[in-house]
């Protein structure tokens, strides 16, 4: 069984940096593609970035790009999201997610089957 598990969320200002782990165990993690979405009090999941898997490419929502970067450390299990220019609209619960073999969806929450239970980002204006 897939678990995830996130950690370095926390509370940045505006303009700020935070750097999110998600472990991945129970499965060969080179064999999943992992994404990271978010959710804000009374919004809809959303979509931010997915990193894929064997030649992992790398996917991200607009709203991101420039600003975010994912990496993976295969030897380590882990992904990594790093954040930068963080903006109050960034704030949310940022969760981690597990698919194996994913070739399509990459910004679809449904068609991931594994999910850590998330960490939270909270930026100050």
């Known amino acids: 069984q897939v678990q995830l598990v996130e950690s370095g969320g926390g509370l940045v200002q505006a303009g700020g940096s935070l750097r999110l782990s998600c472990a991945f165990s129970?499965?060969?993690?080179?064999?999943?593609?992992i994404g990271w979405f978010r959710q804000a009090p009374g919004k809809e999941r959303e979509f931010v970035v997915t990193?894929?898997?064997?030649?992992?490419?790398?996917y991200y929502a607009d709203s991101v790009k420039g600003r975010f970067t994912i990496s993976r450390d295969n030897a380590k299990n882990t992904v990594y999201l790093q954040m930068n220019s963080l903006k109050p609209e960034d704030t949310a619960v940022y969760y981690c997610?597990?698919?194996?073999?994913?070739?399509?969806?990459?910004?679809?929450?449904?068609?991931?089957?594994?999910w850590g239970r998330g960490t939270q980002v909270t930026v100050s204006s």
């Open positions: 997610a597990a698919e194996r073999f994913k070739t399509t969806g990459w910004s679809t929450f449904q068609e991931y089957t594994y």
């Open positions: 129970g499965r060969t993690f080179g064999n999943y593609a």
């Open positions: 990193i894929g898997w064997g030649d992992a490419p790398t």
